[in-house]
């Protein structure tokens, strides 16, 4: 059974703390992706990387950072979490067909206090 | 900005009935229209996907409607079910990009009453 890993999925943060959100995925997907999910604004890419060690932000990158060390893995950095920045982060993979699936991990939900 | 709006925010609809969710978009580049179904503490999985060269997709009870022209797409749930209560995102994505992004609109959450 293909699966999206997300390692953690509840945190709790203090503003300024370092944050990070691992990503794990077992089919040799290329393509991996971070999404923030908020009520009312659907899911908003925050960063992709179609190759170990690429990365291109999204649409909204303003205060994270990834890393993508292994073929596998994903991680995004907050460095300086905030108050705004609670909110639901869901990893996804993709191969590098034109239209295959994105498969998601379960989310990991961050509140920032 | 490429964006998809979609529309309701919200739907109750009873066991039984019809759930119709709809989706417009300005990128006229776009040629992938996938649906999302996303359960409670659960992430997204694939529901149904159209290519802008046919009309309409079916696959169950789910169907994608599509019309070019009016640059607009919907899905609809016949005989809706409780089990289909969950929130469903329409997404857009075009080719040429090295990872294939898809933009997704904000979701509708579907409530269906037994």
């Known amino acids: 059974d293909v699966k999206v890993t997300q390692s953690s999925r509840y945190l709790v943060k203090r503003t300024g703390e370092k944050v990070f959100l691992e990503c794990v995925q077992d089919?040799?997907?290329?393509?991996m992706f971070w999404y923030r999910q908020d009520p009312g604004l659907g899911l908003r890419l925050i960063y992709f990387?179609?190759?170990?060690?690429?990365?291109e932000k999204g649409d909204i990158p303003e205060g994270y950072s990834v890393s993508r060390e292994k073929k596998e893995r994903f991680s995004l950095i907050l460095e300086s979490a905030s108050t705004n920045q609670t909110s639901m982060y869901l990893c996804?993979?993709?191969?590098?067909?034109?239209?295959?699936?994105?498969?998601f991990g379960e989310g990991s939900r961050l509140t920032v206090l | 900005q490429q964006q998809v709006k979609q529309s309701p925010q919200s739907l109750i609809v009873q066991k039984g009935g019809i759930s119709i969710i709809n989706c417009a978009y300005e990128?006229?580049?776009?040629?992938?229209f996938p649906w999302y179904q996303q359960f409670p503490g659960k992430g997204p999985a694939l529901l149904i996907a159209?290519?802008?060269?046919?009309s309409e997709k079916k696959e169950g009870r789910f169907t994608i409607s599509f019309n070019k022209s009016a640059k607009q797409f919907s899905l609809h749930i016949m005989d809706s079910q409780p089990g289909d209560s969950a929130t469903y995102f329409c997404?857009?994505?075009?080719?040429?990009?090295?990872?294939?992004?898809?933009?997704f609109g904000s979701g509708t959450q579907l409530t269906v009453l037994p």
């Open positions: 996804a993979s993709i191969s590098g067909h034109a239209t295959g699936e994105l498969f």
């Open positions: 089919m040799d997907h290329e393509n």
């Open positions: 990387s179609y190759d170990v060690k690429m990365k």
């Open positions: 990128n006229t580049a776009f040629d992938y």
């Open positions: 159209i290519r802008p060269d046919v």
């Open positions: 997404a857009a994505s075009s080719p040429g990009s090295s990872a294939r992004q898809l933009t």
